[in-house]
């Protein structure tokens, strides 16, 4: 044997390339060559892979020339998991009998000096890389065979060391080797509304009607929501229970956020899937790098990715970077995130329900009240932070809510529901499956994802509906954009209601959601 | 004539009277139940419609109707009792409306609340299609009154009316709901837990008999008795055409107060308000306003809100003028500023001084500019200005 070739992956944002790791040894001059557009840390692959290779009793063909070629050549590669490929290819090249197991083999895993196996980000998306490529059996670090083994079909092994990965391959008995430390803790942010959400229930919420009734929609149709008012109003109280209210994640979702967060190097060892929707809340001093995904080094994703399929809260909003809100306008509207770096370009899903809080004022205390009004800010300050509340941004909003203090006889309303997330999930849970039927075979699961033309065309409101909304139009009430943001809030209550098409009630309401004009009492009642 | 015999009388002519005939009304009020009852039976041979009130009248036997009524936990109220609302006899010569006047034969009350404590009380009134603005006011007002020791009145319809009931019963306050149909129905039927709370809490009050249904007629009568048992009537949102309108209008014609609670000019909702308004309503934003109006004289006076104060607000007009003469940044000479304000040179550094005392204007080696003090953001709130 001179050449021998093993597989492994690389990825770019969550799109995996095969890479087949040809390994040639053979006379010449004395050289050890790494090819195939390496960049710096994996061309310390080369020094790793020897001293691992040593270091676990086998040959190293030190007097050989060793040609390594990471194909596709043109692909530019990084990272450290390909060491276990590398390494495996060199000794399969210059040992004497063909090393059996290589054949439909894909290795991932970073090597250590004793010739340990360490773990690296990003297993699962590699894995399941792999098993569209038509591979079906993965060697992983063993802290991550439980990741690896999430995809459906893939026969995993988890090994701690070169030489266990070697006897396997070679049909042997496994040696015992240490146990391998777990990838060191790289979370980029704080969740601290992972831990909270749990125990937070929207029947702990007293008032708030109209707020609750918006959350509710938004929910159903995965729309984004704003909510305004002066600080201690409850929006951040409300905004922690929405993920509570969505429906568990479907497969394909749990896959592709899971693999999201393994990119991002939050998955521990024990992780299991992710099943329930996340819900992530930057503080307004995230970087576009922290929100959006990129980072030094290898690509990230942002905040926004990590809560694909559940809620991304941005409390204080007006107080982000200007150039983030720029960053933040287009993954909205499109429901993914693409990062282009040199000729590198990442692409993750990131189709997360947006809410964004917004206080008065800079200070949090204005109000139109006057014996309310505690507010401390200039004139110009307020008009300032206002700016940035209208402006694009909101015009990328579905619906806009006014939160005010809980007043007295909200407080001790003896006629209060109040009801439970369950009881919430259960209805947001029914609508969901309604559109997920009436989109069977699209691109997309819920209204808020219906592209406008698409929905205009094929999903109609009745002829009533329709001549009202038009009026609004040429009124001038609504914008063009506006015209399809309130047709798709339409077809949510529509979903909530059970009713086959989207009627003038249900396009009132639409239009008070999303202009930020209260709700008809008769609307909060209805809906339970 | 004893009273027992009067209020069985009444119940008989209830039985077989629609709410609100005036003519009948007044003349139960001027000659007494028992004569017009007798009078009614007597006059069998007149005419074919006499004729069938009388057979129905004799099929009455108000004792046994008493009797169940009481067993439904209802009692009947009538003018002379005790706990009779006053504020009902005023009906006896209002201008009839929608051919409907006068004080009522008696009421079928459930509850423990009297009605004669509604001596002071509010109704609150408005459109059943509210919006969650027009609840929030409602329940505030409602919950805001009844924590001052006034009632709330209203009807338990949708809409406002249960807002208005929902603010008071969570103040803990007397509230009471008229309807217009029997006093031992749900209507509309949404509202059990609210007519379960008023009835353990407050009271419902029904003029038309036990079991009657709540026709369109029946709640133009209805809204009589809304306006009659309170001091005053607060619309809160009503449309152009609204029912709660025929409220106000009989508050009018009591010559109670009649209020309003504005809301925008683009909302239907409060068009028939803001009619109401123009046509001389008050406006009121709160409970605290809505008892202004209502309270004996000097009762219950609110303080009017203004915005905060500003330092500036509290110079007087020539140190005013002085500091606006002042550059922010750099520094100008004292001819500067009394040219730019126009005043002699002598007042305008008596100024300067007094402003540099107050931190207003620094003086330094180029001249004067204004100091950290001179911003006009508002004072902090004083705790003493609730």
Redesign the interface.
Known sequence: MTVAITHTVSLQGTLGHLIDVQADVSSGQVALNLVGRPDASLNEAKERCRMAVLNSGVDWPSAKRITILLSPSDLKKRGTHFDLAIAVAVVAASADKPLAGLAGTVMIGELTLTGGLRSVPGVLPMVLAAQARGHRRVIVPEPQAREAAMVPGMEVLGFRSLGQVLAELAGEEVPDAPPVAPMSAQRLLSWRGQDRQEESDLADLKGM??ARFAVEVAAAGGHHLMLSGPKGSGKTSLAERISGVLPDLGTEEMLELTALHSLAGALEPGDDLIRRPPFSAPHHSSSKAALLGGGSGRVRPGELSRAHGGVLFLDEFPLLASDVIEALRQPLESGEVTIARGDETATFPARAMVVLAANPCPCGDFSLR??L????C?EAARRDYRRKLTGPMLDRVDILRHV?PL?????????AKRESSADVRQRVTAARSRQASRFEGRGWRLNAQVPGPQLVAEWRLTDAATRRLEDELYAGRVTFRGVVRVHRLAWTLADLRNVDQPGLDELETALRLRSG??????T??RAG | MSAAQDALARVALNQVVEPGRFRLLDRVSARGAVDVRDELLAMSGESADHQLVAQRLRAVDPAAVLERAHRMGLRWVVPGDPEWPSGLDDLEHVEPLHDRSGVPLGLWVKGPLRLDALARSVAVVGSRSSTAYGTHVAREIACEVVDKGWGVVSGAAFGIDQAAHRGALAGEGPTVAVLACGADRIYPKDHETLFRLLAQQGAIVSEAAPGWAPMRVRFLARNRLIAALTRGTVVVEAAARSGALTTSTWADRLSRPVMGVPGAVTNPLAQGVHQLLRRGGSLVTSGAEVLEHLGAAGEHVTTEQRGPDRPRDLLSPVDRQVLEAVPLSRPASLESVARLAALETGVVKGALESLAGQGMVVHTARGWRQGAASSDRPLPFLDSRG
């Open positions: 009607q109209d006057q014996h009004n505690r507010c401390t200039r005010e007043t007295k006889p909200e407080a001790r309303d003896p006629l004009e209260p709700l008809l009492a008769a909060l009642e």
